[in-house]
């Protein structure tokens, strides 16, 4: 188990730092969902199942998708996204 | 090419997780009895009283705990985390439901209303298909976890999350909200924290304890057990899911 968990830290690691320095808005959220996922997978290991399932919706669903329209908001107004 | 300041921010953020880091090391490896993540000293604890008594103990009359079938447990709730968040610590979770209705209410009175940009793309037929299915599916998901809260993992707030994430995906398809659901969102939404300070009351006018319990604690492992807490964890689960299907209706827009 300690190997699961220990894989699953290094890619939370892994993908924070992408989420801070990437180019492109839209991969920094979706890296950041991602990172949620990973959380809920890490709950789930230390049988914390209760968190892991609010995280799972909460962090990996509603705040992904809030940032995405955040996101659509901005280039309404004229932002242009970096790929 | 970045800024200063984003460097700055940066080189800040990762200052913090190093001290967090730091902070954590120092709470794995403390030595005083009751500090350490690792020691033995568990018992000393003060939430070791909810931790080894609430659920787990033995019920008044002695003998190990038996599930299901037990009577006579101090909560009746087969869930230590729903015995804890939706009873012990219900007036928490009170301030916690009030903290998500000022967000959602700060998101719906700042956010401007958005107009339709020309460009407006459109789901794939694919996605616009598989939505209602995994709607479904979502929300019977959802409604299982906020009522059998006080059985296996989960509750109001994270079946309600559920449910509304079942709504953020019709939006994410394409579907735009309309006035006369997020009027009945707003209804619900206030129906249910009005009866929640109600039970509250009700315990209050009984025995003299904000949200006291006035049930009876039934039978351990079975649905009707527990006393107040599936009521008072159904009517936060529809308080959230209300209040995260508004919150997302007033980031996608209106017509």
């Known amino acids: 188990m300690i190997v699961w968990v220990a894989s699953l830290g290094v890619l939370m690691f892994a993908g924070a730092l992408a989420v801070l320095f990437q ?31 609010t995280e799972a919706s909460i962090g990996a669903v509603l705040t992904t998708a809030v940032f995405f329209w955040s996101l659509r908001r901005l280039e309404d107004e004229g932002y242009e996204d970096k790929e | 090419m970045k800024t200063r300041n984003e460097i700055l921010i940066h080189l800040g953020a990762l200052l913090l997780v190093a001290a967090l880091a730091v902070a954590a090391g120092l709470a794995v490896t ?26 787990r103990a033995a019920p008044p009359e002695g003998g190990a705990v038996v599930e299901p079938g037990g009577k006579g447990y101090e909560n009746g709730a087969a869930n230590i985390v729903t015995a804890v968040v939706a009873d012990y610590r219900v007036l928490d979770t009170l301030g916690e ?25 459109q789901a794939s037929p694919i996605v616009r298909t598989a939505v209602p299915l995994i709607m479904f599916l979502a929300l019977i998901t959802g409604a299982y ?43 619900l939404e206030s129906a249910a924290g009005l009866a929640l300070l109600t039970v509250g009351l009700i315990g209050l006018a009984v025995s003299g304890t904000f949200f006291a319990g006035f049930m009876p604690q039934g039978t351990l492992g079975s649905f009707a057990s527990g006393g107040i807490l599936v009521i008072v964890y159904t009517l936060i689960g529809i308080k959230v899911a209300a209040e995260l299907s508004g919150l997302s209706a007033d980031f996608v827009g209106g017509k």
Do not use: C, N, Q, W
């Open chain 2, 97 to 121: 439901v009030l903290v998500l209705f000022a967000a959602a209410s700060g998101v719906g009175l700042l956010i401007p209303i958005r107009r339709r940009s020309a460009g407006e793309r």
């Open chain 2, 145 to 187: 976890i906020v009522l059998h809260g006080h059985l296996s993992p989960g509750g109001g707030f994270s079946g309600g999350a559920v449910i509304a994430s079942a709504f953020i995906l019709r939006f994410l398809a394409g579907r735009r909200p309309d006035p006369r659901g997020k009027r009945l969102l707003s209804a």
């Open chain 1, 23 to 53: 180019r492109s808005l839209r991969g920094a959220i979706l890296t950041f969902g991602i990172v949620s996922l990973a959380s809920a997978l890490l709950f789930v290991l230390m049988k914390a199942y209760d968190v892991a399932i």
């Open chain 2, 30 to 55: 403390a030595d005083e009895p009751g500090l350490g993540l690792l020691d033995a000293g568990v018992e000393s604890r003060p939430s070791a009283r909810y931790v080894f008594k609430t659920v």
